[in-house]
């Protein structure tokens, strides 16, 4: 039996991306850098392994994070949309913009992250883990990231 597909659109179509099977984790992240770059009070975003990707759009790449994180932002040259980025520090991993899937049957979110930057009117998620910075997991994945390019 074929596996679920969610694709991700920008506002106008022009770039998309399909994905395979389930998100590995949905995230809803509170930092600052995230309100200011999505003009929202946090971002959701999806993580999907590298080769759940059935087929993708680019559009242009731009990489100015203010905590360095290794993130290159993939927009629509035509409507701004953000849509997807490759993490650099996680090769295999892409993450999405879970709004630009529209679609109201994608998973929730299953953490929140960065949350002492959380505005105070915006509710928790009964049953969602919540960090005040990176989950260990992430802190675990990227000192392992670092050990295999000191290794190289």
């Known amino acids: 039996m074929k596996e679920k597909q969610y694709t991700a659109s920008c506002c106008c179509g022009e770039m998309a991306i399909t994905f395979e099977g389930e998100p590995l984790r949905v995230f809803r992240c509170h930092c600052k850098y995230c309100q ?33 994180a290794g993130v ?24 999405v913009a879970v709004g630009c899937f529209a679609d109201k049957t994608f998973p929730k979110p299953d ?16 049953g969602v883990e919540s960090y005040k910075e990176w989950p260990p997991f992430v802190h675990d994945l990227v000192a392992s990231a670092n050990t295999a390019k000191d290794e190289m």
Do not use: M
């Not at 953490?111 to 009964?126: A, F, S």
């Open 36 to 68: 200011r770059r999505t003009g929202s009070v946090f971002q959701v975003s999806a993580w999907f392994k590298r080769e759940q990707v059935v087929c993708k759009t680019d559009g242009k790449v731009f990489n100015e994070s203010e905590n360095n």
């Open 72 to 95: 290159d932002y993939s927009f629509c040259t035509r409507c701004g949309s953000t849509v997807h980025w490759p993490l650099s520090i996680f090769p295999d991993v892409y993450a």
């Open 111 to 126: 953490i929140d992250i960065h949350e002492q930057h959380r505005h105070p009117w915006v509710p928790l998620i009964d």
